[in-house]
């Protein structure tokens, strides 16, 4: 899979905890960040060393709090300004996340306030930006933001060398030949993804209840069906899991449940609660069916994603919601423009009619529709 290097520039002081979450969030999307957390400490402040590691990106992202930073010596310029000159000049594709009123932050955290207002302006100037107001806000927009720059403007990334495409293989998904699913092409994969999800306001509309239905056919390639279910969840990402259940059903109609769990007290490991069962002889049949159903509660403006673990040919998802709510789709897919979207107040549905592969999959929020 091609991935992407995103410069991330920022002061560190005051600012630790959203640099975590951006950097996180770059990495949840199978990209490589390039930071001063990863720089040699002899490095940290060599103009020369971040010129070079600027110029091996694809992508540059700025965030701005209250801070103006370091000072170099040689231009007068905090070092994050310099970078994001650097890499305006560079005609690096950037994506800029301004605070929304740094005039209200505690004044302790200022150290150079005519200069950091002055780059502020500048940068409004420069670029389109994105106002934050707390880390979790910031992290929800740079994930939205950065899939959104990356389909619009495609940089040259990279591939490893041992994911170069050799040959032609006979698969069905031979009319979808990308370089780097050669190993993909030899095995097993999903088909008709169905995804049945249900939106309801519970606490005062702080948050929305979730029943999802999730269903897939499992096709087999040399005999052999993808044999390992692998589920799980993060606590940190939801407010209250309240239940999962995983069925496996041949076409003949017979079924057996392999999952079914409503108290998850003392199953959560390090915040995560992790399922996995490997699909015995007697299931390895293609056409078999596995069906997914969970409940869980979200915040409404949650910013949920979905990705594909396996190769998968076509997927369908429908939602029914709260009528006063709107839904923003974010698709990070290579050809995701073979899809169908249809919606009306409270329902949407979202169509997919080609090849998903690993770590592709579709993003969406809710807002409250402004009357």
């Known amino acids: 899979m091609k991935r992407y290097i995103v410069f991330v520039s920022s002061t560190k002081q005051t600012l630790e905890e959203e640099r975590i979450e951006v950097i996180n969030s770059i990495i949840k999307l199978n990209y490589m960040p390039a930071s001063m957390e990863f720089f040699p400490a002899s490095n940290l402040t060599s103009w020369n060393y971040i010129q070079n590691v600027i110029d091996t990106c694809d992508y540059y992202i700025l965030i701005l709090g209250a801070r103006y930073g370091s ?6 310029l905090s070092y994050t300004e310099r970078e994001f000159k650097y890499a305006l000049g560079k005609g690096i594709p950037i994506l800029a996340f301004l605070h929304y009123d740094p005039g209200k932050l505690p004044m302790a955290n200022f150290d150079n306030k005519s ?7 500048f940068v409004k100037k420069a670029t389109l930006c994105n106002m934050w107001k707390n880390k979790d806000d910031l992290s929800s927009m740079v994930t939205t933001s950065l899939i959104q720059l990356v389909l619009n403007n495609p940089q040259t990334g990279w591939v490893k060398a041992d994911e170069q495409l050799s040959e032609y293989i006979s698969h069905p998904a031979n009319n979808f030949m990308l370089e780097n699913i050669l190993n993909l092409l030899k095995a097993p994969y999903r088909e008709n993804l169905e995804a049945r999800v249900d939106y309801s306001y519970i606490n005062d509309e702080k948050f929305l209840l979730v029943n999802d239905e999730v269903s897939y056919k499992c096709r087999s390639v040399n005999g052999s069906i993808i044999k390992l279910i692998n589920w799980s969840v993060y606590a940190s990402e939801l407010n209250d899991f309240i239940k999962i259940s995983i069925k496996l059903k041949k076409q003949d109609g017979k079924e057996v449940t392999i999952l079914n769990e409503n108290d998850f007290t003392g199953n959560l490991v390090d915040d995560e ?17 596995v069906v997914v159903e969970a409940s869980y509660l979200i915040p409404i403006d949650h910013f949920i994603s979905w990705e594909m673990p396996e190769l998968t040919y076509q997927f369908t998802l429908t939602m029914t919601f709260p009528k006063d709510l709107e839904i923003f789709y974010v698709p990070y897919m290579l050809k995701y423009k073979d899809r169908s979207i249809k919606s009306r107040l409270g329902f ?11 770590n592709e999959g579709l993003s969406w929020q809710f807002r409250k529709i402004n009357k």
Do not use: A, C, H
């Open 71 to 76: 000072i170099d010596q040689e231009t007068g």
């Open 273 to 289: 609660y992790r399922f996995q069962y490997l699909i015995n002889d007697e299931w390895n049949v293609d056409n078999l069916l």
């Open 348 to 358: 949407s549905s979202y169509k997919f009619y080609n090849w998903v592969i690993p």
């Open 115 to 121: 200069k950091l207002f002055d780059f502020y302006e």
